[in-house]
Each structure stands twice: as structure tokens, then as C-alpha cells.
């Protein structure tokens, strides 16, 4: 294995009135290709501010974030975008779909934006969906479908494309036990078959049993590493 993702010593500021307050203080962290990484912390420890960072969601205001060996924060927006296009997919809580596109639609707007041929994308999004167990709900929209559907509908659209990383934020904040074991069976096996690296951020310790690498996070800072 070989490291995909380099941080090193990055700092985000934010500024709140007079005071400065200190999203990632000086964090450090590698993570190699295949790898699934859980961060961990409670509200305002910096977790999501990390992971908006690797994925070039957010500009560090110092350090360096190497993907691939590249330093995404020297990219301009442009390019970011189209970098996070042809290398990353999300998995958000609030699952971000449209209300008003069916699954398949949902799922196949990512690949419209990358020149994928109307009959390409609609093969390849019908073909996803029923690797996520919606085959017989492609044509439903987001609000005829449970909470578990909809965010099945978005891990399809978050791997249509083939991305290298994928990053979940709380992934499972909005669903029960039961149904949240099985959308992480479910993005765990297709990690792993797929041969592709995941950064899941989350406040709940349960999900750390599908990583490889686990990271703690208070104040900006990582606190304990597994």
C-alpha cells in the first residue's frame, strides 16, 4: 500500500467577532490507498472542518494536502471542482437530493456534468441502484421513499462515477440502528470490492468498527489515534 492521502500540518482559522477560533490546529495525518478511515468528536471538534478540507471543500489557511501526491490547496476553485468531479464522491446526513428528480435522475446528474452520454448514464446509474437494492424504485422520487432508500439513492450517486475517495459525513445520523448497520455493511462492501479509500466522519464510536484507521478530534487536534 502506499499513502494516498498526505496532511501535513494544516490550520484552519475561523473568526468569531474578536476572537480567532482555531478549526485544525496543526493536524498531521496519512491515509493509505484502500484504506477506510473514521474520525471521530463531538460537536465543534474540528471533524467535519477536517474532512471539508481533504475533500477541497474548504480552503486551510496553512499546510499542505497532498492526494495522489498532488497539493490540492495550491488548486484554483476551477480546478478543484473538476478534480473533486473525477476523484471523489459524498455521502452527506441530509442525503442532498433533489425532491423533484427520480433515484435515477438524482443519481445520474454527476455524471452529466462529467459528458457521460444520456443512455451511458442512465445504464450505469440503473445499474448502481441495483447494486444498492432500488431496482424497483429508480422512478421514485425522494419523497416517496424511507429515510434508508434515500440515502441508498445517495451512496449510488457518491459511487456512480468510480471515485477514488469517498467521504461520508454522519452517514447514518438520520436512521436506526438497524437500518444504519446495513447502509455501512452496504458502503463497506462496495468499498472494499471497489478497492477504493473512505473517510467516514462521525460522533458515534459504533461506526469505528468498519475502519482501519480510527482518529479522535478535540480542539482541532487529534487526540488519539487507533
Not at 501535513?8 to 493536524?27: C, E, F, P, S
Not at 486551510?60 to 478543484?80: A, F, M, N, P, Q
Request: with cysteine.
Amino acid at each position: 500500500m502506499k499513502n494516498l492521502i498526505e496532511i501535513k500540518n494544516i490550520y484552519k482559522y475561523y473568526r468569531m467577532g474578536d476572537t480567532v477560533v482555531k478549526a485544525i490546529d496543526g493536524l498531521s495525518l496519512n491515509l493509505d490507498e484502500g484504506q477506510i478511515l473514521c474520525i471521530l468528536g463531538k460537536s465543534g471538534s474540528g471533524k467535519s472542518t477536517l474532512l471539508n478540507s481533504i475533500a477541497g471543500l474548504e480552503k486551510v489557511d496553512k499546510g499542505e494536502i497532498l492526494i495522489g501526491g498532488h497539493d490540492i490547496t495550491k488548486l484554483s476553485e476551477k480546478d478543484l471542482t473538476i478534480f473533486r468531479q473525477l476523484n471523489l464522491g459524498f455521502v452527506f446526513q441530509s442525503y442532498n437530493l433533489l425532491p423533484i428528480l427520480s433515484a435515477l435522475e438524482n443519481v445520474s446528474l454527476g455524471l452529466a456534468f462529467k459528458g457521460v452520454s444520456k443512455e451511458e448514464r442512465e445504464k450505469t446509474s440503473f445499474e448502481i441502484l441495483k447494486k444498492v437494492g432500488l431496482e424497483d424504485r429508480v422512478y421514485h422520487k425522494p419523497k416517496e421513499l424511507s429515510g434508508g432508500q434515500q440515502q441508498r439513492v445517495s451512496i449510488a450517486r457518491a459511487f456512480a462515477n468510480n471515485p477514488k475517495i469517498i467521504f461520508a459525513d454522519e452517514p447514518t445520523g438520520n436512521l436506526d440502528t438497524n437500518t444504519s448497520k446495513d447502509i455501512m455493511d452496504l458502503i463497506t462492501d462496495m468499498i472494499h470490492k471497489n478497492k477504493q479509500t473512505m473517510i467516514i466522519v462521525t460522533h458515534n464510536e459504533e461506526l469505528t468498527s468498519y475502519a482501519d484507521k480510527v482518529i479522535e478530534m478535540k480542539d482541532g487536534k487529534i487526540i488519539r489515534e487507533i
